[in-house]
């Protein structure tokens, strides 16, 4: 199973497809169409111009990460309020789902 990534504005790494079950899927679906966009822009020239000067190699194009904040802006746009798996340093622990009282009394 392959895991894809992204920088979370909580500071963690998230895995974008489990966090993509949560996401409006229009709005998720929308970000894939503008990163297609951008992606065929090519690289910004002032970047490519900023890296030459430095001496490094032209910045890399990070489609997940490019499709994770442009979802987040539009999510806070259209609900008011952030996604939570991108503002929350508790999301997706990756410990065991808590259990729910009724499922702890069958035990």
């Known amino acids: 199973m392959f895991h894809t990534y992204v920088l979370a504005q909580s500071g963690n790494l998230v895995d974008i497809d489990r966090a993509s079950f949560l996401m409006d899927k229009d709005i998720f679906d929308a970000s894939i169409r503008a990163m297609r966009e951008a992606r065929a822009k090519g690289p910004d020239p002032f970047d490519e111009d900023c890296a030459r000067r430095m001496g490094s190699p032209p910045p890399k194009f ?45 035990k």
Not at 94 to 103: A, I, R, T
């Open 62 to 106: 990070d489609a997940a990460q490019w499709v994770w904040d442009y979802y987040c802006e539009r999510h806070l746009e259209a609900y008011g309020e952030s996604f939570l798996p991108d503002v929350s340093p508790d999301w997706d622990e990756g410990g065991p789902p808590p259990q729910s009282e009724h499922s702890q009394a069958r």
